[in-house]
């Protein structure tokens, strides 16, 4: 690594910086296997644990009730301990909320491990993403923060498929065994390979009042996009199988395979949409367009895609509407955590992109229990997911129109900064 010409602060390796975030991408992978299979069994759950959609729908949402506490919580700790020591402790966490559900297979037990998990994966996301952003300057972090994102997507591609296999083969309880040992595989490699990069170190100068950055435009910009679509994620993560094997007709088998179709919409987006952004930004454009306006526009064009699900009767139209709508929709995650670090001084990166991601992470409360709750009350589950579909794809285009008119980073660090 070389020293930079301003204040001495060390140049990031970028071999380096990309093999943290490599290590970082694994993590979010596991963390959404970690939530996804829930979705995955909920067949066999609900049959031999003889719970209704309803209270499946009410234990996939409990799985929030303290993840956006929690988020909180270790968003504030993270600001002054090192990333290596926390995601070790949140992974090795996962692997130990999962036994319950092992040891005594009952709804109770299910909802318990539920919550518990929930509590230990509240703050994963943002600490991965806090951690990469010590590794690039502002100007480029969109890309690491996709990909990042992006991890969720690969889980559903590569490992969803594989948990289908062992379900369908084994059981789910080997899914749950595959799951709390992969948790504890990445928390000895990290161990080796993780750490935080220079710029935290440049970070630790300047520290301001919190309530200058989350009372910031921008900051509630980001909330207000990215909070519908998060009801949106969490509702697929917990209900895609079913709809697709309940009201398209598809198998179990073919149903773990499809489950990842809009995660490889939401890599190719996300990861074309923020290098474009990053690389903009860098050029000079303005982080109203790169991080603002592309927000609203995949929002706007993401929502009003899923609006149109209860006009479609061909199952093959209708999944290709859901996969295009959330792939262009989810590109508001990372652009919108880019943006909050970009208000936010280095050293409260951890706290700010954590509390984003706490409190837009509420509407995971929400997607799952509702979706249940109109599944339940329809006159068939067809029309039930239609419903869950037009309204999440309405409040994603709501949220499009607050990121159009809210989001400007470069104004919101400068009134910040003073």
């Known amino acids: ?28 992978v596991i963390n959404w296997a970690d939530k996804s299979i829930l979705g995955l069994a909920a067949e066999p759950l609900m049959a031999e644990l003889r719970i209704s959609p309803a209270e499946l729908g009410f234990i996939g949402s409990s799985f929030f009730l303290l993840f956006s506490v929690t988020g909180v919580l270790v968003g504030f700790l993270a600001d ?4 290596q020591w926390v995601l070790i402790g949140l992974a090795i966490a996962w692997s130990l909320t999962q ?5 005594s297979a009952t709804g109770t037990s299910l909802l318990i491990s ?59 309880r080997a899914a749950f ?19 935080d990069g220079p710029l935290r170190v440049e970070g630790r100068r300047k520290v301001v009042p919190f309530r200058r950055i989350g009372l910031s435009r921008t900051f509630i910009g980001c909330v207000l996009a990215a909070f519908p679509m998060y009801a949106l994620v969490s509702m697929l993560l917990t209900w895609l199988p079913s709809y697709l094997e309940k009201a398209l007709g598809f ?13 490889i919409s939401s890599i190719i987006v996300m990861v074309g949409i923020s290098a474009i952004s990053d690389r903009l930004l860098s050029r000079g454009a303005s982080s109203r ?86 599944v339940g009350a329809a006159e068939s589950p067809a029309a039930g997911f239609s419903q869950a579909f037009q309204l999440f794809g309405g409040c994603a285009v709501l949220g499009g129109v607050a990121a159009w008119l809210l989001i400007q980073p470069d104004r919101d660090a400068a009134a910040i900064a003073r």
Not at 80 to 83: G, M, N
Not at 157 to 168: G, Q, R, S, W
């Open 114 to 172: 539920r919550i518990a998990l929930g509590a230990a994966e509240g703050p994963a996301t943002a600490m991965a993403a806090a951690s990469a952003f010590t590794w690039f300057p502002k100007e480029k972090r969109a890309l690491p923060g996709a990909w990042i994102t992006a991890g969720s997507s690969i889980a559903k591609i590569a490992v969803a498929p594989v948990l289908t296999f062992i379900i369908v083969g084994y059981g789910w």
């Open 289 to 374: 367009l790169t991080r603002g306006i592309f927000s609203a526009v995949g929002l706007l064009v993401g929502g009003g895609l899923l609006m149109l699900v209860p006009l479609l009767d061909n199952r093959y139209l209708a999944l290709t509407v859901v996969v295009l709508g959330y792939g262009i929709g989810v590109a508001v995650f990372p652009l919108a955590t880019a943006a909050v670090s970009h208000i936010a001084p280095a050293g409260q990166q951890a706290s700010t992109v954590g509390f984003l991601v706490a409190v837009y992470s509420l509407a995971g409360l929400l997607g799952p229990w509702l979706t249940g709750v109109l």
């Open 80 to 83: 002054r301990v090192r990333a």
């Open 1 to 28: 690594m070389t020293v930079t010409d301003r204040a001495g602060v060390v140049a990031p390796d970028p071999v380096r910086a990309w093999t943290v975030t490599g290590m970082l991408v694994i993590f979010i």
């Open 99 to 103: 036994l319950p559900v092992l040891l």
């Open 251 to 263: 198998s179990r088998v073919q149903a773990g395979v499809m489950f990842g179709l809009p995660s």
């Open 177 to 195: 065994v595959t799951l709390i040992l992969l948790g504890v595989v990445w928390s000895v490699a990290w161990f080796f390979v993780g750490g």
